[in-house]
């Protein structure tokens, strides 16, 4: 017996037909809008997405505050860690240190939330950006705490623990403010 050769291919007309294409974009879930309004051409830009949509349009000064916190919280890491009791008189005006171990452990978890603070510098992700600023908020929400705690029970106060807390609510202030800056909607143009 011989071999049935199969049909010659034609050429489906199926594409050009609009009701054809409307139901393939519906079946693949291209073309209408997604959760955010966001319409897509196909099922590739769908997947990866748009790369507009996670570009964070950053508020000003935002790169020079998140330098200027990874400075800050690794200059005192390291003198924490090398200089404990030169960091400790600084603060409390010449008390004396009983033990270094707690200010260097201080030192270290400084040194860790540094290192954040360094790679959140060259991140475009807005999610990391406004964790990052949180911590910060958090970190000098609850050392103010500590320290306003302490004075109210030592009743030792000197200028360097004033000037200690006026800038701790200086930068939760500025902390809070980029963390609502970052994650506001942008305005559609």
Not at 64 to 83: D, E, N, P, R, Y
Not at 97 to 114: D, E, F, Q, W
Not at 154 to 180: C, D, E, N, P, Q
């Amino acid at each position: 017996m011989a071999a049935k050769q199969p049909p010659p291919l034609m050429k489906k007309h199926s594409q050009t037909d609009l009701v054809s294409r409307l139901k393939t974009r519906k079946i693949l879930g291209v073309g209408g809008e997604d959760d955010d309004g966001e319409v897509h051409r196909s099922k590739i830009s769908q997947v990866l997405g748009n790369e507009i949509k996670f570009a964070v349009r950053e508020p000003l000064g935002l790169r020079v505050w998140q330098f200027a916190s990874a400075v800050l919280f690794s200059g005192i890491a390291i003198m924490a860690l090398a200089f404990p009791d030169q960091l400790y008189d600084a603060v409390f005006d010449g008390a004396q240190v009983t033990s270094k171990t707690p200010i260097r452990l201080y030192g270290g978890a400084l040194l860790s939330i540094s290192l954040i603070m360094w790679n959140a510098l060259y991140t475009a992700e807005k999610v990391i950006i406004r964790w990052t600023l949180l911590t910060e908020a958090c970190y000098f929400g609850v050392q103010f705490l500590v320290v306003t705690a302490t004075l109210a029970e030592t009743g030792f106060v000197s200028l360097g623990i004033l000037l200690l807390l006026a800038s701790r609510l200086l930068f939760v202030a500025i902390s809070v403010y980029y963390y609502y800056q970052v994650g506001r909607k942008p305005k559609k143009v």
